[in-house]
């Protein structure tokens, strides 16, 4: 039987304290304003540096490196379950909760909309930071098991849940800004009252229009033409008259839709987690008849490994802003989706898919690991619930020495 020794608790100290150091420079920088004078430029361009380079190296470094046993993908699977279940529960949480308009703790009614809501507790719930603190703990309690159960956690997290979780943030802004456009330019057809007022006439009845003050049901076929050739301004009734109607129509839902679905397709794609996760699948079916080149892995490596000190730095600076305004309630609460949250859904997952013994105990102790940076890039990148990352991955990390003791007693090591 596996036991979490001094050897684990050590190891986990040595990896999780760095964390703070860089939060603690990040921290400095921006309230000294070392980099610039608006930390928000600051901000964005780490961010987008982090997003769009390091993120793709790391996808790209993850899928050549995927070399699992069969035992392995039974544990991917497991993950995906996990993460699905996650993804339902973190919907039905934020639709409800606006059906029934009751805020969560951390999330304001007239702020965010069910699907920033989902996804903010999404991340929070099926992200954890296995990449870094996952392998330094689990290896020295499950010795030649630890790394390779990282391995195969990380490879659906960061090939198949990050695109995913882009897609569900490009699909957000898409919607948001046909929203928007919709209501920058109004419909003149609808048929719904504005301010109690009843509908206009004209789009009612499909045989009247205010285009023209002259009456055209009384005119002879002949005389159509014309009338339609001389406008003239309102009469003093200001147009009430009813006049025939334009026979434009304006494009159906229909078409609409499809033209909404393509263009968030087409950005889906053009993303840069999802066009590394293509780029990686093509590379690995290359390289099983052609050696691979060391320098492209050294290259990925080194471009993979930008990806969190970039983050904990930004996390430090995004900080600054926050500490004015830190709020208890927000800090317990994305706590305990994370912790308790994450761990009870991945239980349920493991006996789902009918992992029992050490797979279930690593499973759990994964899930419970603090919230990832790969997520707060993400949302960062999109505007989406940055406080609320940043303040779980603050909290989860701060308290992780504990969390991981506990959840190991209870799984009985």
């Not at 430029?41 to 190296?57: E, S």
């Not at 529960?89 to 308009?101: E, P």
């Not at 229909?254 to 968030?264: C, D, V």
């Not at 990832?372 to 940043?390: D, H, P, Q, S, W």
């Amino acid at each position: 039987m596996p036991q979490l020794g001094s050897g684990p608790v050590l190891e986990l100290v040595n990896a999780a304290t760095p964390f703070y150091f860089i939060f603690l420079t990040g921290l400095l920088f921006a309230k000294y304003h070392v980099l610039h004078d608006d930390n928000e430029v600051v901000l964005k361009v780490l961010n987008g540096f982090a997003y769009r380079i390091g993120i793709p190296f790391l996808v790209v470094r993850v899928i050549l490196d995927a070399d699992m046993t069969p035992e392995m993908w039974y544990f991917v699977l497991m993950y995906c379950v996990y993460a699905t279940v996650c993804g339902v529960v973190a919907l039905a949480i934020a639709f409800s909760r606006f059906a029934s308009q009751i805020p969560l703790p951390f999330a304001p009614l007239d702020r965010d909309s069910p699907l920033r809501i989902g996804l903010i507790l999404y991340t929070l719930l099926a992200f954890p930071n296995t990449f870094i603190l996952g392998s330094p703990v689990f290896e020295p309690i499950f010795p030649g098991q630890g790394n390779l159960y990282m391995l195969a956690i990380l490879f659906p997290q960061i090939v198949i849940q990050t695109p995913l979780m882009t897609a569900w943030a490009e699909f957000i802004l898409e919607r948001e800004e046909a929203r928007a456009e919709r209501e920058a330019h109004p419909n003149p057809k609808s048929t719904t009252p504005i301010d109690g007022q009843p509908p206009s006439t004209s789009s009612i009845n499909p045989i009247y229009s205010t285009n023209s003050h002259t009456n055209l049901c009384a005119l002879e076929p002949h005389d159509m033409e014309e009338a339609h050739s001389d406008p003239s301004p309102l009469p003093p009734d200001g147009g009430k008259t009813l006049h025939v109607a334009d026979t434009s129509t304006p494009l159906g839902p229909t078409l609409r839709t499809s033209t909404r679905t393509r263009r968030t397709l087409i950005r889906i794609l053009k993303s840069p987690p999802a066009q590394a996760s293509i780029l990686g699948m093509i590379l690995l079916v290359l390289f099983q008849y052609v050696p691979t080149p060391v320098i492209l892995i050294n290259t990925l490596n080194h471009g993979g490994n930008t990806v969190l000190g970039i983050a904990l730095f930004i996390i430090g600076m995004y900080l600054h802003q926050l500490l004015p305004v830190f709020s208890l309630r927000t800090a317990v609460s994305t706590y305990c989706i994370r912790t308790f949250g994450g761990g009870l859904l991945c239980y349920v997952a493991c006996l789902v898919t009918g992992l029992h013994g050490v797979d279930l105990q690593l499973g759990v102790l994964q899930s419970v690991l603090p919230s990832a940076v790969a997520g707060f890039l993400l949302l960062m990148e999109f505007n989406i619930g940055r406080e609320i990352i940043t303040m779980s991955i603050l909290t989860s990390t701060l308290l992780v020495l504990p969390t991981l003791l506990v959840t190991a007693k209870m799984l009985g090591l």
